[in-house]
Nanobody
Framework: QVQLLESGGGLVQPGGSLRLSCTAS????????MGWYRQAPGAQRELVAV?????????KYGDFVKGRFTISKDNAKTAVYLQMDNLEFDDTAVYYC??????????????WGQGTQVTVSS
């Protein structure tokens, strides 16, 4: 079983910054990607950023990020960090940690964290 532990959400003013952290624990053959999605009220869940843990994969960002967010990872800790700068009102959402692992070499499995609230408000 895979577990994800998130931290770092909160309230911030427009133009401010937040850093989200997520650590994974469990067992797997390897990890494909790990990162963050978000869901605003009444909207679909969307990709924020994922970091590639396999050398044949690449990091990906949502189109709305536009250079404001940076994802990084710590392989030894199986952790990802999302540095969010220049936050805007529209960034208000629940941010979910996400991991795509291979329990065995021939299959993939997705897991989600509980979510952490990010609110951008003046």
């Amino acid at each position: 079983q895979v577990q994800l532990l998130e931290s770092g959400g909160g309230l911030v003013q427009p133009g401010g910054s937040l850093r989200l952290s997520c650590t994974a624990s469990g067992t797997w053959y390897d990890i494909n990607v790990m990162g963050w999605y978000r869901q605003a009220p009444g909207a679909q869940r969307e990709l924020v950023a994922v970091a590639a843990f396999r050398s044949d994969l690449v990091d990906k960002y949502g189109d709305f990020v536009k250079g404001r967010f940076t994802i990084s990872k710590d392989n030894a800790k199986t952790a990802v960090y999302l540095q969010m700068d220049n936050l805007e009102f529209d960034d208000t959402a629940v941010y979910y940690c996400y991991i795509d692992v291979r329990p065995e070499r021939w299959r993939a499995q997705e897991h989600w964290g509980q979510g952490t609230q990010v609110t951008v408000s003046s």
